[in-house]
């Protein structure tokens, strides 16, 4: 049959195909954001012969902008499943700690209405950025067509008519576009995978969406909508890196890995374990890369850096070489550049992200952590660390064994000490739980004292920081582990900034344990105050008396506020009560929270490290002076690597 028109091109294709081609045979119309959620459910990844749906649904609060366009494509299309939450910031940590905890293989859509809800979103996008963590942030935006504005919760700008709030998310977006035209999203969107897959390049990605344009429809070709597969690949670094990075460790004899959270994302444990096992190199971790090794291997000498052990900041003074695995070098990690203090040390990165591996004039090994292990070893099948450095380790490890004991064992009255409760819920844990934290002087102590047993299984969120994570985080991280216990470690601050997910964990039957230690204020900040040489003013919840705050502690009742939210609450005082507390709560089938009283200045001390904080050069107090003084001499261990 001769093609002449496009319908008789139609006819064929139906005719052997058994297809109903429609209007157009190769596409379809739908709305802007009805392609979104085609087009999202139908991706896919695979690593490692696993295959899985990159994302398993969508966070949202509805508005004006975007109710009547995403909205409605998700209403229409249950498959992408829509999840209602309180607060737009949380929702994005929700998808971030999903991401985290899967080891960033998943993710979760946000979508929000314009302005507020749309910035609301911002703080969760850095976080994200700066964890790199992939989350897909759908924020409305105003008209493309203007004619109407200026529109509800418009930004106006006189010079500009391009600018809208949506412009906030460009630096802390790995990825960021606005969808003017329908169009656009067949290129946009395909850009948003590559990014959000990118183990080098991932982060917040955002596409802010216009409010018409969201339910403007288009031709959208079938490719588009058809299943996609994204692979990710384990990179090999360039071989000849490798052979120098080999010699460099071949000649070290004090060489030290410090373990971030790339050795996580990579799922690289078991080639490190192995190893370090093989080469008797000891093994130190990032706040991200804790749990990379179980807390009981040989060669594990557990935190570096500003919330390090004595035996991770010691030999990392002294290390000839540093290989570093997945690593930012934070400054909590690298003490402010004052731990490596070695004239002689040099480094070696191995990291999927060229930015990070060139990081310390390293020799970088730009490449997947477990091939690159994995290469490295076969290498140095006959390299072994030194016996007497091998002996070092041994003693550093059952010092710092010790040190904890005694630590946590410091038996007070109530209140009782923080380390103390860290240790009763540690105990209380299955290696399969996943504890969650954020903010405040928690991460420090857990840090150090946490006895991580699996992968994951510490789940800090300590790139941003981010009072508030914790409970929102806590509820990502059970989305993405249903049959897991999660645990979230919160303080008072925390739980007041960001507590209302609280609901959404009951309304979606997402169990959360939550650990809430109320020592009524700021503990981390008071004493970084004190340590500055002031009084920690505005660090303590109290009653104003006059000019400060020094009247009786607020009486902010969490179990009460907890329970209002409709979770299962209890308080506990005592070790004892601390520990049959936590196991009603575990027993509980919603979402449960243990309020415990915890002393405000019994603190865990820090070891053989420091962090660099300014203070003020001149002041009237003699504290702050002298606060100063030692400060300016800290500040000149702070080393340059070029
Ligand atoms: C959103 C946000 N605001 C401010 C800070 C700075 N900050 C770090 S810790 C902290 C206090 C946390 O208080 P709390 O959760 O009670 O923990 P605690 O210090 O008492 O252990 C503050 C204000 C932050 N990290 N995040
Ligand atoms: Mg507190």
């Known amino acids: 049959m001769p093609v002449a028109t496009r319908q008789d091109f139609f006819d064929i294709v139906e005719a052997f195909t058994g297809l109903d081609c429609g209007e157009t045979p190769m596409t379809k119309r739908l709305t802007t954001a009805q392609a979104i959620v085609a087009f999202l459910k139908n991706q896919y990844v695979e690593r490692d012969g696993r295959e899985h749906r990159f994302f398993e649904g969508c966070l949202g609060i509805f508005g004006h902008g975007n109710v009547a366009g995403i909205g409605q494509a998700l209403e229409q299309d249950p498959g992408l499943r829509y999840y209602l939450f309180r607060n737009e910031q949380a929702m994005v940590h929700a998808a971030a700690a999903f991401a985290k905890s899967t080891f960033r293989m998943k993710t979760l859509a946000c979508t929000s209405s314009i302005g507020p809800g749309a910035t609301n979103m911002v703080t969760g996008a850095a976080m994200a950025t700066i964890n790199r963590l992939p989350v897909l942030l759908l ?9 109407v504005a200026p529109v509800l919760q418009q930004l106006e700008s006189p010079s500009a008519q391009d600018v809208s709030v949506n412009d906030c998310f460009k630096p802390v977006s790995r990825y960021w576009d606005r969808i003017q035209r329908p169009e656009q999203l067949l290129t946009s969107l395909p850009e948003a995978m590559r990014v959000l897959t990118s183990q080098g390049d ?50 070290a004899q004090r060489p030290l890995i410090i373990a971030g959270g790339g050795v996580l994302y990579s799922e690289a444990s078991d080639a490190l374990a192995e190893f370090v096992k093989a080469t008797g190199i000891p093994v130190c971790e990032t706040q991200a890369g804790k749990g990379s090794l179980p807390f009981d291997h040989p060669q594990q000498l557990g935190a570096i850096g500003v919330t390090g052990t004595p035996g991770a900041n010691i030999l990392a003074r002294e290390a000839d070489l540093i290989i570093g695995i997945g690593t930012r070098y934070s400054d909590f990690t690298t003490a402010s550049k004052t731990a490596f203090q070695n004239p002689a040390v040099r480094f070696v990165n191995i990291n999927v992200c060229e930015f990070d591996a060139f990081k310390h004039t390293a020799v970088a090994l730009v490449g997947d952590a477990r091939v690159t292990i994995d290469e490295l070893h076969a290498a140095l099948y006959d390299y072994r660390v030194g016996k007497s450095y091998v002996a070092e380790i041994a003693e550093f490890r059952s010092l710092w064994a010790m040190e904890v004991g005694r630590i946590c064992n410091v038996r007070q009255d109530p209140p009782i000490s923080q380390a103390e409760v860290i240790d009763i819920v540690n105990g209380a844990t299955q290696p399969s739980d996943i504890m969650v934290c954020a903010a405040g002087s928690m991460p420090g102590d857990l840090h150090k004292l946490w006895r991580a047993c699996k992968p994951g299984g510490y789940h800090m969120e300590y790139g941003y ?31 007041l900034m960001m507590a209302q997910e609280i609901v ?14 109320d020592n009524h204020g700021f503990s981390s900040i008071g004493g970084l105050s004190q340590a ?36 299962w609450t209890t308080r506990a005082h005592t070790a004892e009560e601390i520990k049959a507390a936590l196991c009603e709560a575990r027993e509980q089938k919603r979402t449960a929270v243990v309020v415990i009283e915890t002393a405000f200045d019994k603190r865990v001390p820090g070891f053989e490290s420091w962090w660099d904080v300014p203070i003020a050069e001149v002041s009237e107090r003699e504290s702050v002076r002298a606060a100063r003084k030692k400060y300016e001499e800290a500040r000149k261990k702070e080393r340059y690597f070029g």
């Open 504 to 517: 959404t964990s009951i309304q979606e039957g997402y169990k959360l344990n939550i650990v809430l230690l």
């Open 465 to 495: 920081s981010t009072m508030g994570y914790e409970i929102a985080g806590g509820l990502g991280v059970k989305m993405a582990h249903p049959d897991r216990e999660v645990y979230v470690l919160v303080g008072d601050g925390s739980y």
């Open 139 to 147: 924020p409305g935006d105003t008209f493309a067509r203007r004619n």
């Open 532 to 567: 500055c040489g002031n009084d920690g003013m505005g660090t303590e919840y109290r009653y104003r008396t006059a000019d400060a705050y020094d009247g009786n502690t607020l009486p902010v009742d969490f179990a009460a506020n907890a329970a209002s939210l409709g979770a």
């Open 202 to 251: 991932t982060g917040a990605v955002t596409l802010a969406l216009p409010q018409d344009v969201q339910v403007e429809a288009f031709d959208v070709p079938h490719e588009f909508l058809s299943k996609r597969l994204w692979r990710i690949p384990r990179n090999r670094c360039d071989g000849s890196a490798l052979g120098r990075a080999t010699e460099l460790i071949r000649k």
